[in-house]
């Protein structure tokens, strides 16, 4: 019976060191779990989100918003103010910086304040290659290109429940002074031979085709000498998905790049006419709606131009 007792007496005893140990390791573990996941917390508060920016150097671009100005044209913002836009009031609703993207935001809506010869409003940039001086422009004997990553950040749609199209880039052409002379214009400004549309989600480009082939050299300095062409369409949809667009321009030819994975080439006797005019790259938002509360926001991540 003795000893019967003193094995009861051993097991207890057993059991309630082991439990004591167990239970001094599970707080031991407890507190140093807490204190891994206090330090943690303590580093995420103690990091700040670094500010994202766009990969765009303005210095060789000027911008016009859909906003007039004193005499009522659209405003426009010229190197070196326009490297400042970011802290101007009159470009804040059309032009800013999306800082947790990295892109700069073209916002645009029908108002009042349109350039000559069209009906839509922009909020669109214009290259210089001068900064400040739209006289100095290139020929497709010298050369360009301009790359551009960018995405459809929001669009409104129309009465039939259609996205509205969104030009985002251009190249278009421009009359020297002596051109605009001779044919007794009164402003500087000829057809645009590309424009790349963002349509319902996919690209879309167009071109300019002349009417007649045997035109003069002078007549063919007339904007009425050219017609739109039909239109070419890529077949993947980008959507409101970031994308890339590259255009390459070299004399008589013009290439379009999306994604670095479909092509359009353009190498027909309209490419090489249009040899004869000056022309300049646009970037941005030209919105094609005059519909009531309708807008676009179009972001830009990169562009570049070289020539």
Known sequence: MKNFRKKILVFLLIAFVSANVTSQNTE????ESDK????KKKKKKGRKKKAKLPKIDLSHWKVTLPVANEKGKPYEIEPPEILD????DIAKPYMYIDSTKGAIVFHAMP????TRNTKYTRSELREQMVPGDNNTNWTFKQGGT????????EVTRDSDGKYHRVIIMQIHGRLTNEQRDLIGEDDNNAPPILKIY??????????KILKNLNASDTEILHEDAWDDDEGFNFKQEVGF????????????????VLNNTEYKSYESIHIKKWG????YFKAGNYFQSRDEGAFAKVKFYELEVSH
């Open 28 to 31: 031991s573990n407890v507190t």
């Open 36 to 39: 891994k996941i206090e330090k």
């Open 85 to 88: 836009f970011a802290k101007m």
């Open 111 to 114: 108002t009042d304040s349109k």
């Open 146 to 153: 301009m790359k551009g990553k960018l995405a459809m950040e």
């Open 198 to 207: 963002w349509d319902k989600g996919k690209i879309r480009v167009k071109t």
């Open 241 to 256: 998905k970031k994308f890339t667009l590259e255009v390459r321009v070299s004399e008589g030819k013009m290439l379009i």
């Open 276 to 279: 004869v005019f000056e022309n």
